[in-house]
């Protein structure tokens, strides 16, 4: 497991860094004092929201615990994607081959700033292609660069470095894995039967305007962490690994039968193999990309690139660590689901907004509403499925191009994930981080982000 350490660079005789850097130190010093942890944020959120489902809705205390304890079920699908997704990842960027790229890509940046802004552009690209993805590269390209930087004395702050990985993240519903405008273009879905038609992809994630929505929000936070990111002789936390290795290849003169089994490379080649056919089935019959095919796509490189079964195994054994914190939170998320869909407040969340809408207005309104709930309902699939319908109905009395109202929930829902530890957790997991570590600066990421997303759904509207 990656730790990290304090390293005093400081020089108090003159101010330090740009001026929003210097603005963001108190605000990084509160979070860091304040802010507790993921799982007593998601506690304290289940209370908050069963609160306001007993002062806002219909439903009594004993719906809104029948409903919360009924929800935390409801992602047990979800949770086991994410696990998985966490250990193959964290398993295959252990592979000695895996490992070597991840040293040449560590190599490229050559100082501090270029660190920073690197591992943002290589986990957006990523989260780009599929959420899951960005999440697992953001960390282990965070981890390199920052153990590559180490080693060549740049002074990294690596809560900075995760920040910006994590920062890639808040494009990831722009583009091939986003699940609101899949949803709509998937014949027979249930947003597709509520509009009477699929919606092209190609009105959604790959309209002019979000492509360029895409660029101009990658420019914005690239020039925010710019900004934020520590200027030398502040203090920094620097990274350092004490990760065991994978065991080594058995020697052919193992003792007994069953060694030399454990040893060969022949049992994980040909499941890698059958894992590889399944692939080309899945694509050449039409399959797209799915978190599962992430996960599978994970295992079947793993199986193909490990030397034997041992390796394996302890690949396994030292990933396993990082699997029990989501385990536990993401239930609760759960739960609040639930909570949220049997009493009806995400509607009345949704239909405040809605009802002080315009044909103009409504894009950045409903891209704010679903920003709101998607502190609660941090899931993209789970928020489209709540909050859609209801959107796509408000969207069509208002008169208001029902793609604009996938993509408001889209860039809501990638929006606000800057802030709610939900999906960070596989990512501070592998870095071995606190949200509370990270917080301050993808604050700022969401500051840059929301302003470009507001933007686009007021022009797009006008």
């Known amino acids: 497991m990656g730790v990290v350490h304090g390293m005093a660079r400081s020089d108090t005789s003159v101010p330090t860094g740009t001026p929003l850097s210097r603005a963001m130190r108190p605000v990084n010093a509160v979070v860091e004092r304040y802010i507790p942890s ?45 696990a998985l997704i966490l250990l193959l990842g964290h398993m295959l960027a252990h592979t000695r081959p895996v490992q070597k790229l991840l040293r040449a890509l560590g190599s490229v940046p050559r100082t501090t700033m270029q660190a920073y802004l690197f591992v943002f552009l290589v ?71 509520q509009l009477g038609a699929p919606i092209p992809v190609s009105e959604t994630t790959y309209s002019t305007w979000n492509l360029i929505a895409i660029v101009a929000t990658v420019l914005a936070v690239a020039g925010a962490l710019y900004l934020v990111a520590p200027r030398p002789g502040e203090k920094i936390r620097e990274f350092s690994t004490e990760e065991p290795v994978a065991s080594p290849r058995p020697a052919d003169d193992e003792r007994t039968p069953a060694d030399r ?21 899945h694509y050449a019959t039409g399959g797209s990309l799915t978190i599962d095919i992430v996960n599978w796509t994970f295992l079947c490189l793993i199986l193909l690139l490990v030397a034997n079964p041992s390796e394996m195994i302890t690949l396994t054994r030292n990933a396993a660590a990082n699997v029990g914190e989501i385990l536990l939170q993401f239930p609760l998320y759960a739960g609040i689901l639930g909570i949220m869909t049997a009493s009806g407040l995400v509607e009345i969340i949704s239909a405040w907004f809605v009802n002080i809408s315009t044909p103009v207005t409504f894009g ?26 209801v959107m796509i109905d408000a969207a069509n009395q208002i008169g208001v191009d029902p793609a604009i109202a996938l993509m408001a929930i889209a860039y809501g829902d990638q929006w606000t994930n800057m802030i709610q530890p939900f999906f960070a957790l596989p990512l501070l997991a592998i870095a071995g981080l606190k949200i509370r570590d990270i917080l301050g600066y993808t604050t700022v990421t969401l500051i840059a982000s929301g302003i470009v997303f507001g933007a686009t759904m007021l022009i797009i509207s006008l």
């Open 123 to 193: 986990a957006a690209i990523a989260s780009l292609i599929t959420w899951g993805l960005g999440l697992v590269v953001a960390a282990l390209i965070a981890r390199e660069v920052a153990a590559q930087g180490r080693e060549r004395g740049l002074a990294l702050h690596f809560p900075m470095l995760v920040a910006a990985g994590f920062s890639g993240f808040v494009v990831w519903h722009m583009g091939y894995s986003g699940s609101g405008p899949l949803l709509a273009a998937t014949e027979g879905s249930f947003i597709a039967e």
């Open 38 to 82: 993921a799982l007593v944020f998601a506690i304290v959120l289940t209370f908050v929201v069963g609160l306001m489902a007993v002062a806002l809705t219909d439903s009594g205390p004993v719906d809104v615990v029948a409903s919360w304890g009924d929800g935390l079920s409801g992602l047990l699908d979800f949770i086991t994607q994410m």
């Open 261 to 281: 089994v454990d040893g060969s490379r022949v049992l994980t080649a040909l499941l890698g193999l059958l894992l590889v056919a399944y692939l080309v089935h």
């Open 364 to 389: 950045l309104l409903a891209f704010l509403s679903a920003g709101l709930v998607n502190l609660a309902i941090p899931s993209g699939g789970g928020q489209v499925a709540v909050q859609g319908p």
